[in-house]
């Protein structure tokens, strides 16, 4: 699975937002693949956070990790 495939659901609502604040223009595929890339980045960086905390209970990791990789798609369209 590719990138734009990994996050598909996210790229779309980000395509939504953007095409409502910019007058119906809608995102670039360079900035679709931009934005996939910062979320798997993301995601790549909560996994090992979460991974390297002995404190941290796994089941508190998805919630975070869920609003984290929101918070970087909103971030991106703003």
């Known amino acids: 699975m590719n ?44 996994n090992e956070a979460f991974d390297m905390s002995s404190g941290t209970q796994r089941s508190d990791m998805g919630l975070f990790t869920k609003f984290s990789l929101n918070l970087v798609n909103v971030a991106l369209n703003g």
């Open 3 to 46: 990138l734009l495939e990994a996050y598909g659901k996210r790229l779309s609502l980000a395509d939504r937002v953007h095409a409502k604040t910019h007058n119906g223009e809608h995102l670039t595929e360079s900035k679709k693949i931009l934005i996939a890339k910062c979320l798997e980045n993301t995601q790549r960086f909560m």
